[in-house]
Nanobody
């Protein structure tokens, strides 16, 4: 089994920065992609950023150059550098990994809370 653990969330003032980390452990840690999603209260979960094994990246429209997703060489960790944070970025941020086996299964972490105060 594969487990994902997110860290790095917290409380920050508007305009501040945070760096989220997603670390994978377990057996068969072999991914084709990793991504960050977020879900605010009363809203649907939305894609923040994704990165493939080939380092192709994609971002939600709301990111507008403020966030950067990256990964380590072993592709068992992903990072999200968030700058110029806004109160509307407040949400629970989840890491998701897509396995390179089993038809591309999605594995989710438990989430890390990001709260941006105005």
């Amino acid at each position: 089994q594969v487990q994902l653990v997110e860290s790095g969330g917290g409380l920050v003032q508007a305009g501040g920065s945070l760096r989220l980390t997603c670390t994978a452990s377990g057996t068969h840690v072999n991914f084709s992609a990793m991504a960050w999603y977020r879900q605010a209260p009363g809203k649907e979960r939305e894609l923040v950023a994704s990165i493939s094994i080939a380092r192709v990246v994609d971002y939600g429209d709301f990111v507008q150059g403020r966030f950067t997703i990256s990964r380590n060489k072993a592709f068992n960790a992903a990072y999200l550098q968030m700058n110029s944070l806004k109160p509307e970025d407040t949400a629970l941020y989840y890491c998701r990994a897509t396995t390179a086996w089993g038809g591309g299964r999605h594995v989710w972490g438990q989430g890390t809370q990001v709260t941006v105060s105005s």
